[in-house]
């Protein structure tokens, strides 16, 4: 009887959105027999449903880098908790912007200094592992002006043309 009324009570608290008193109720069933009834997926969602509910929030607010962070709180537990996998990648998605640095004058006296720098900045940032950042390397910023430079010209369809939202990242920028 007792296990049957903290149950209910656990199932109240969560309807209430009282998800810190649901967790204790729950946990104390668990304590006293770990195999009542769906106890462990009550439990689940006392502790997860809260952080996926901010993280709703958070996309809806466009705040898409504190979605993410909210949504890999809930993956060190379980990415499988309702769309937790799906809405993370569409958080980071959404967080990520492309830089590049790059020195475009090769007869400048101090091209090699600043070449030098572009790529100590770069390696820097790369180096920061930051999942909402990616870098595009020289290389790849030379492909996509060229690119973009056909497709103004009418040579290529545009439709295949690269486009600055589609740049390749540079080979480190993969291995986060």
Not at 69 to 87: A, G, N, P, S, V
């Amino acid at each position: 009887k007792y296990l049957e009324q903290l149950y209910n009570q656990g199932l109240e608290e969560l309807k209430r959105n009282d998800f810190t008193s649901a967790q204790k109720s729950f946990a104390e069933i668990t304590s006293l027999n770990p195999t009542y009834k769906d106890v462990a997926t009550l439990k689940e969602t006392a502790k997860l449903e809260p952080m996926y509910q901010q993280a709703l929030n958070y996309m809806g607010e466009k705040k898409y880098a504190l979605a993410y962070e909210q949504l890999e709180k809930i993956c060190r537990f379980t990415c499988k908790y309702k769309e937790t996998e799906k809405l993370k990648a569409e958080a980071l998605e959404k967080a990520t912007f492309t830089i590049g640095f790059f020195v475009d004058d090769k007869d400048a006296k101090n091209w090699e200094l600043q070449r030098k720098l572009a790529s100590m900045i770069t390696d820097e940032i790369m180096q920061s592992k930051n999942p909402f950042i990616h870098v595009v390397d020289r290389e790849n910023i030379d492909k996509l002006l060229q690119e973009q430079k056909l497709g103004m010209s009418g040579m290529i369809d545009e439709k295949k043309a690269a486009t600055a939202g589609k740049m390749p990242r540079a080979s480190a920028a993969r291995q986060r």
